[in-house]
């Protein structure tokens, strides 16, 4: 059974730092890539980050590029999301994503971020 869990929001100001982190359990996850999603009120769900299967490649959507890091660690079975420099624009529900080698996709619950001063 697939599971994706993810943990690390919260409420930061403008200009700090979170890291959200995704343990994942139930499939090959060395097989998968992961991604980082988020949905803000009134706002449809965005890629914001995504990783192959063994690390070596990365892509981020424009709003958070150089601000936003995005890294597995196979051996842990998770994923994790650096995220600097934040707006309040960031505030959403973030969710993690993992796509199987087939195009499945399954999703965690979802962690809120809030970013207000």
């Known amino acids: 059974q697939v599971r994706l869990v993810e943990s690390g929001g919260g409420l930061v100001q403008p200009g700090g730092s979170l890291r959200l982190s995704c343990a994942a359990s139930?499939?090959?996850?060395?097989?998968?890539?992961m991604s980082w999603y988020r949905q803000a009120p009134g706002k449809e769900r965005e890629l914001v980050a995504s990783?192959?299967?063994?690390?070596?490649?990365?892509n981020y959507a424009d709003s958070v590029k150089g601000r936003f890091t995005i890294s597995r660690d196979n051996a842990k079975n998770a994923v994790y999301l650096q995220m600097n420099s934040l707006k309040p624009d960031d505030t959403a529900v973030y969710y993690c994503n993992s796509r199987s080698p087939i195009g499945r996709r399954n999703w965690g619950q979802g962690t809120q971020v809030t970013v207000s001063s």
């Open positions: 990783i192959t299967s063994s690390g070596g490649n990365t």
């Open positions: 139930g499939f090959t996850f060395s097989s998968y890539t």
